[in-house]
């Protein structure tokens, strides 16, 4: 297993190297903001998933 470390967007940078790597899968969790605040807010794990090539895996 390989550690990284890398700056920027969060959900961009996750992409990015799950693009990178050819990444089967990508596992993110959620904190469950719910409703009109994860609107509001955003969240990584739903960028996530809204731009992936790949499948993603959510944990709540």
């Not at 969240?43 to 809204?50: C, F």
Request: glycine content about 14%; some cysteine.
């Amino acid at each position: 297993m390989d550690a990284r470390v890398e700056p920027g967007d969060y959900a961009e940078t996750i992409l990015g190297v799950a693009d990178e790597v050819d990444a089967d899968l990508i596992v993110v969790g959620s904190r469950g903001l719910g409703g009109l605040r994860g609107l509001l807010v955003g969240s990584v794990s739903q960028k996530v998933v809204q731009h992936s090539d790949c499948s993603v895996l959510v944990v709540r």
